[in-house]
């Protein structure tokens, strides 16, 4: 029903910035609220920041509040996270989620009804 591939990630050195991109396929794609998830080897996976399908309200970890920014733009079936600041920590593999659920909630599930294949994030020092 719905499909995603991130692109955009690369290496970049910290205090760099890099844009992921979410490409989504499905007539209801304005209807799904959408998310970030990462995980690095070793850890847990990690919500990031979801933008709500109703009113397009947002929602961050605390880890990335201030650096991080997401965005939709559902004209083009299109899901953004522009990462700024970029630390060592933020290393991962990025994944993009999609659900009908709030963006309250997607922060505090680990399970989504969508997922993309991830896209690498590798911060140097």
């Known amino acids: 029903q719905v499909q995603l591939v991130e692109s955009g990630g690369g290496l970049v050195q910290a205090g760099g910035s890099l844009r992921l991109s979410c490409a989504a396929s499905?007539?209801?794609?304005?209807?799904?609220?959408m998310g970030w998830v990462r995980q690095a080897p070793g850890k847990k996976r990690e919500f990031v920041a979801a933008i709500d399908w109703s009113d397009g309200s947002t929602v961050y970890a605390d880890s990335v509040k201030g650096r991080f920014t997401i965005s939709r733009d559902n004209a083009k079936n299109m899901v953004y996270l522009q990462m700024d600041s970029l630390k060592y920590e933020d290393a991962a593999v990025y994944y993009c989620a999609a659900d009908r659920i709030t963006a309250q909630a997607m922060a505090v599930m680990e399970e989504y009804s969508y997922w993309g294949q991830g896209t690498q994030v590798t911060v140097s020092s």
């Open positions: 499905g007539r209801t794609f304005s209807r799904y609220t």
